[in-house]
């Protein structure tokens, strides 16, 4: 499969721990973001790569999230200290910055958490 | 603001008919405007974009018209098939330069057989 990949697929955590997950993007994808979705909601931008830089991050991004993509292939995102209200899909996805900033995104299929 | 407005939030349609979703935005400067697909329990995907230096684009039985006066878009769907049920998420970014993308919140459609 070469399109946009997720780990893990769900989550269920209880209130106060600590989750990572993982994205990697189409390999020669050199711009990745972050979004959230919770039901009944289009994605919400959260935070944006292109190769290692992390060029913006939105307000919604607390201080209890935090976003890596060390070697400018695949990127990881944590949650500190999660909440209920951190229940949602979480969507990656990649796309090429060649041919100016507008190319198609396209999204893994999401890590599901749930916070108890 | 930067906010997408999409509306409505549910169609129901008869197979065979036209279904038209529609989508303002508040940055002038925005300059791409893609629309999304999203089945239940899958991924988002991309079923046709316009950038504006177009009014009008089409792929077979989809179109998408841009009218950058009044800043709005809107998805045009004939001749509608059941597998055509989904939701779609229309978007914009927010300027002509950054990455990401203001998604408007979802039309459930649904095709009737």
């Known amino acids: 499969d070469t399109g946009v990949s997720q780990d893990p697929r769900h989550k269920i955590t209880k209130r106060g721990q600590n989750v990572t997950f993982r994205c990697d993007p189409i390999?020669?994808?050199?711009?990745l973001y972050w979004y959230r979705q919770t039901l009944g909601q289009g994605p919400e931008f959260l935070t944006y790569?292109?190769?290692?830089?992390?060029?913006?991050k939105s307000r919604l991004l607390s201080d209890r999230f935090s976003a890596e993509r060390p070697k400018g292939s695949f990127s990881t995102l944590e949650i500190q200290r999660t909440e209920q209200g951190d229940s949602a899909m979480y969507l990656c996805a990649s796309s090429l910055a060649a041919g100016g900033p507008y190319n198609e995104q396209f999204f893994g299929p999401g890590t599901r958490l749930t916070v108890l | 603001g930067e906010n997408v407005e999409q509306h409505p939030s549910t169609l129901s349609v008869q197979e065979g008919d036209s279904a038209v979703i529609k989508c303002t935005y508040s940055?002038?400067?925005?300059?791409?405007f893609p629309w999304y697909k999203q089945e239940l329990g899958k991924r988002p995907q991309l079923i046709i974009d316009i950038r504006s230096n177009v009014g009008e684009k089409k792929d077979q039985r989809i179109a998408v018209t841009l009218n950058k006066t009044a800043k709005h878009f809107s998805l045009h769907i004939t001749e509608t098939q059941p597998e055509d049920s989904a939701v779609y998420f229309c978007?914009?970014?927010?300027?002509?330069?950054?990455?990401?993308?203001?998604f408007g919140r979802g039309t459930q459609l649904t095709v009737w057989p």
């Open positions: 978007a914009a970014p927010r300027g002509s330069t950054l990455g990401r993308l203001y």
């Open positions: 390999s020669e994808h050199n711009r």
């Open positions: 940055d002038s400067a925005s300059n791409y």
């Open positions: 790569f292109q190769n290692e830089a992390q060029l913006e």
